[in-house]
């Protein structure tokens, strides 16, 4: 079975505070996605990897930002926390390439910025 | 950019058929649907996936007509722990599998 891991399942910091979110995948993916899911919105794509060092912006990177030096590791950063990003973060990866491999989701982090 | 619509929210009995359909007019002609799972605090799980006409697996069939313009998720004989949000989602073959996550249906079934 695919194992998604995310360091923290809950986590609150406070505004201004440097954020390391970690996910941890163990099937050799190459691909690993960052997500936020708030009520009402759904799921929204932060940031992607295809590789290691590679990165892509997804539908709302601002104030996000992330790092891939491993390939089962990839990070999402909030260099300074604000209260508009207190969400649910789940982490996926996937095999690469284009087609229609599944992504595999972690447990989520749930995150309150007071 | 391929967009789906299914309904909010539906409510089912133990051992019933539930079928939630979901609408994909513009979808691309190398796009696949694929359905997930959400329970509260918990990531999405994968139930099944599929191009055109029907596929099932040990969970759910999926019903897709010709025009793939719609899906539908065939869930056999829910039982409560089947009670979860599902999302009808199109990947979007030309960009690595991209997923455009809608609403989901909650779906909500009673004993």
């Known amino acids: 079975d695919v194992k998604v891991t995310q360091s923290s399942r809950y986590l609150v910091k406070r505004t201004g505070e440097k954020v390391f979110l970690e996910c941890v995948q163990d099937m050799d993916h190459e691909n690993m996605f960052w997500y936020r899911q708030d009520p009402g919105l759904g799921l929204r794509l932060i940031y992607f990897?295809?590789?290691?060092?590679?990165?892509e912006k997804g539908d709302i990177p601002e104030g996000y930002s992330v790092s891939r030096e491993k390939k089962e590791r990839f990070s999402l950063i909030l260099e300074s926390a604000s209260t508009n990003q207190t969400s649910m973060y789940l982490c996926?990866?996937?095999?690469?390439?284009?087609?229609?491999?599944?992504?595999?989701f972690g447990p989520g982090t749930r995150l309150l910025v007071l | 950019l391929a967009k789906t619509t299914q309904p909010i929210s539906m409510d089912s009995y133990e051992g019933q058929e539930v079928n939630i359909t979901c609408s994909h007019n513009?979808?691309?002609?190398?796009?696949?649907i694929t359905w997930y799972q959400q329970f509260p605090s918990q990531g999405p799980r994968f139930i099944i996936q599929g191009y055109k006409t029907k596929v099932t697996n040990e969970v759910a069939s999926l019903f897709i007509p010709a025009d793939r313009k719609s899906s539908t998720l065939s869930l056999p004989r829910v039982s409560l722990s089947d009670t979860a949000v599902y999302y009808c989602l199109v990947v979007l073959y030309n960009q690595g599998g991209k997923l455009i996550f809608g609403q989901g249906t909650e779906l909500s079934v009673k004993p």
């Open positions: 996926a990866s996937r095999s690469g390439g284009q087609g229609i491999e599944t992504q595999y």
């Open positions: 513009n979808i691309a002609t190398n796009d696949y």
């Open positions: 990897s295809y590789d290691v060092k590679m990165k």
